[in-house]
């Protein structure tokens, strides 16, 4: 069964850094786009960002672009978000999901929370 298991996710001051881990398993993951969604406290889920399948197309929200890069390991079936010049306003639960290919995530991971303060 399809498998998305994160990790990475602590508290950390603004400015910092973090690195989000996403390992998959269950599905040929070099075959699937993916993507990192999140949901900050009391508010409803974000899309962050995107990769297609080869890792050669990226998309980013607003507010994270140009301090967040996505990434993708396909021998290692593992998908990161590296995360830099944090906010608080980055303050949230990070989850990884795969895309259906009909422009809908179809599985979701358990989630990471990240909280930036100080």
């Known amino acids: 069964q399809v498998q998305l298991v994160e990790s990475g996710g602590d508290l950390v001051q603004p400015g910092g850094s973090l690195r989000l881990s996403c390992a998959a398993s269950g599905f040929t993951f070099s075959h699937s786009a993916m993507g990192w969604v999140r949901q900050a406290p009391g508010k409803g889920l974000e899309w962050v960002s995107g990769?297609?399948?080869?890792?050669?197309?990226?998309n980013y929200v607003d507010p994270v672009k140009g301090r967040f890069t996505i990434s993708r390991d396909n021998a290692k079936t593992t998908l990161y978000l590296q995360m830099k010049q944090l906010k608080p306003e980055d303050t949230a639960v990070y989850y990884c999901?795969?895309?259906?290919?009909?422009?809908?995530?179809?599985?979701w991971g358990q989630g990471t929370p990240v909280t930036v303060s100080s």
């Open positions: 990769i297609n399948s080869a890792g050669s197309v990226t």
């Open positions: 999901a795969k895309d259906s290919r009909n422009g809908e995530y179809d599985y």
